[in-house]
């Protein structure tokens, strides 16, 4: 059974969003790791996460295309560049947050203060779409839009043109092979018109 930490410190995201020109998607995780698994000084950045593997494997055909097995690093110059080519913001679900059991855990997370969603949507005119990437965020994000909790893999809309997709936790504990998260990511990249139909 895990010990909960009572007084755990209150932490603030470290970044602020990635807005790309012309974003049309927003991909929005929990809240990073901390600091000591980071691969990179930005999204995603413990290096045992999926999630630039699944975004290697869509658009360069190539798992490992934007990290380098040598150095242990990302390519940030690269993902960036992938990022403003295809329209793809990032946030994260929670400004600040307390670790109660001093890990990366979801499920031990306290969120204290949400991300201005609406707000943030605003920056982005021409994004129509909000993607999650585990339960944890599209419970979050399901509060802040007063809509259903989707399942994994599907969407549901706000009412006012915004779909808002549950995608597969890009998390190595969650239990799916590389391959499959990215076939769940690219049916949606292909259903908004990012990636050919």
């Given at each position: 059974?895990?010990?909960?930490?009572?007084?755990?410190?209150?932490?603030?995201?470290?970044?602020?969003?990635?807005?790309?020109?012309?974003?049309?998607?927003?991909?929005?995780?929990?809240?990073?790791?901390q600091p000591?698994?980071?691969?990179?000084?930005?999204?995603?950045?413990?290096?045992?996460?999926d999630f630039?593997?699944?975004?290697?494997?869509?658009?360069?055909?190539?798992?490992?295309?934007?990290?380098?097995?040598?150095?242990?690093?990302?390519?940030?110059?690269?993902?960036?560049?992938?990022?403003?080519?295809?329209?793809?913001?990032?946030?994260?679900?929670?400004?600040?947050v307390r670790?109660?059991?001093?890990?990366?855990?979801?499920?031990?997370?306290?969120?204290?203060?949400?991300?201005?969603?609406?707000?943030?949507?605003?920056?982005?005119?021409?994004?129509?779409?909000?993607?999650?990437?585990?339960?944890?965020?599209?419970?979050?994000?399901?509060?802040?839009?007063?809509?259903?909790?989707?399942?994994?893999?599907?969407?549901?809309?706000?009412?006012?043109?915004?779909?808002?997709?549950?995608?597969?936790?890009?998390?190595?504990?969650?239990?799916?092979?590389?391959?499959?998260?990215?076939?769940?990511?690219?049916?949606?990249?292909?259903?908004?018109?990012?990636?050919?139909?």
């Amino acid at each position: 059974m895990t010990e909960l930490i009572t007084d755990a410190p209150l932490e603030r995201h470290p970044w602020p969003p990635y807005i790309p020109p012309h974003a049309r998607i927003l991909i929005m995780g929990t809240f990073p790791p901390q600091p000591k698994r980071w691969a990179m000084d930005f999204y995603y950045p413990n290096r045992t996460n999926d999630f630039w593997k699944i975004m290697g494997l869509i658009f360069t055909g190539d798992a490992t295309a934007l990290y380098n097995p040598t150095t242990r690093q990302y390519d940030i110059a690269s993902i960036k560049r992938l990022l403003n080519d295809h329209g793809i913001a990032l946030n994260d679900t929670a400004r600040e947050v307390r670790r109660l059991a001093g890990n990366a855990s979801d499920k031990f997370l306290e969120i204290v203060t949400p991300v201005p969603l609406a707000d943030l949507l605003k920056e982005m005119p021409e994004c129509r779409t909000v993607a999650t990437t585990g339960e944890k965020a599209a419970g979050v994000v399901a509060e802040l839009t007063n809509t259903p909790l989707p399942k994994m893999g599907e969407m549901v809309t706000d009412g006012k043109g915004l779909e808002i997709w549950r995608m597969p936790s890009t998390s190595r504990a969650y239990p799916l092979p590389l391959e499959k998260k990215a076939e769940y990511y690219e049916q949606m990249f292909r259903h908004i018109g990012i990636v050919g139909r």
